[in-house]
């Protein structure tokens, strides 16, 4: 039984320009102890729709989002605050921002024992240095009373690592935790993420754009396009035959070591489209090369490929001919 199982879920925002719908019947699931990762371009819906189902967008919510049974669209708020840094945690994208500037972090990391928690202050302090030690800080009993600016960038993220876990959640949800980070940062990060998963037994949702960091971390991958899934699959299946031309898009204009160094990056050509005025049929068919129609109607839908157990594909093009498309070279 899956912990986390969304279902239709949709979120739409009414902007001057007419209603945006910035997610558009998205479904998806994650097992417990397993690591989802949700990519796609900026604006493709993806942290909306991780927010969305921990009651955190002002937007007009539909759909279900069942968390060990319970609907969290459906709680009321004060018991969706019981379940937010509790039984579900997030640690968002941009951590300076995230922590309060004139808090110590310690306060900060305390206070988000005892929100959940009834023990003492001194309690609560020892748990935010015990957390803080638990991440990688060094000298964590120091750290605990340093306010954020004193910290790196690395440092900030393990510290609302540390927070996001002051309560044994069962899920957690990263977005873009390695984002403006260094790259030996970015590893060190990832291999803190595998390392409490494992240990801990605890379902990841990690949200990105980087394939890189789903490579590295996840087991199962979303992908998303102008507010819906276009493809979902076990990570090594998408690596290893993708089926939808965006993620080949995504795929090639990333490098990689398993290609011969002399092949060029083939960016994706155009703009993601406008949420409140999507185009008809494939949203991605004004970007796509191997488009049959531009001005089909028909919205594909998400379905099994036929064969691969596990992977799920919305594309009008059939099983065959992506399979060639994706063995030729990018038009």
């Given amino acids: 039984m899956a912990l986390l199982e969304v279902e239709g879920l949709r979120v739409r ?31 493709s819906g993806k942290s909306v729709t991780a927010l969305a189902t921990m009651g955190l967008v002002p937007g007009r919510i539909e759909g279900r989002a069942r968390f060990e049974g319970r609907d969290l669209l459906a709680l009321s708020p004060e018991e969706m605050r019981r379940v ?62 340093a306010y954020p600016h004193q910290l790196s960038g690395g440092m900030r993220q393990r510290a609302m690592i540390a927070m996001a876990l002051a309560n044994d959640p069962r899920l957690l949800i990263a977005d873009e935790p390695t984002t403006a980070l260094d790259v030996t940062v970015q590893a060190q990060i990832l291999a803190l993420l595998r390392r409490l998963q494992e240990e801990r037994g605890m379902a990841i949702v990690i949200i990105t754009h980087d394939l890189g960091v789903v490579a590295e971390l996840a087991d199962d991958v979303a992908v998303m396009y102008a507010g819906q899934i276009v493809e979902r699959a076990p990570v090594e299946r998408l690596f290893a035959a993708p089926e939808h031309p965006y993620t080949w898009g995504l795929l090639r204009s990333m490098p990689r070591l398993d290609v011969p160094r002399e092949r060029e990056l083939v960016p994706i050509p155009g703009r993601p489209p406008s949420l409140v005025h999507p185009p008809g049929g494939c949203r991605f068919h004004p970007r796509c090369p191997y488009v049959r129609d531009p001005h089909r109607e028909v919205e594909p839908a998400l379905e099994p490929v036929p064969g691969d157990e596990g992977h799920a594909v919305a594309c009008l093009l059939d099983p065959a001919t992506r399979r060639r498309l994706w063995r030729e070279p990018a038009p």
């Avoid at 007419?18 to 604006?43: N, Y």
């Avoid at 990391?109 to 309690?123: I, M, N, P, T, Y």
């Fill in 13 to 43: 925002f009414d902007t001057e320009d007419g209603p945006l719908q910035a997610v558009d019947g998205v479904s998806l699931s994650v097992e417990a102890g397993r690591v989802l990762g949700i990519v796609g371009e900026s604006g």
């Fill in 84 to 145: 937010r840094g509790h039984e579900i945690a997030i640690v968002f994208q941009d951590p300076l921002s995230s922590l309060h500037p004139f808090y110590r972090v310690g306060r900060q990391l305390a206070e988000a024992v005892r929100v959940h928690q009834d023990v003492s202050r001194r309690a609560a302090r020892a748990r935010a240095v015990e957390l803080l030690g638990l991440v990688g800080v060094p000298e964590p009993a120091e750290r605990v009373d």
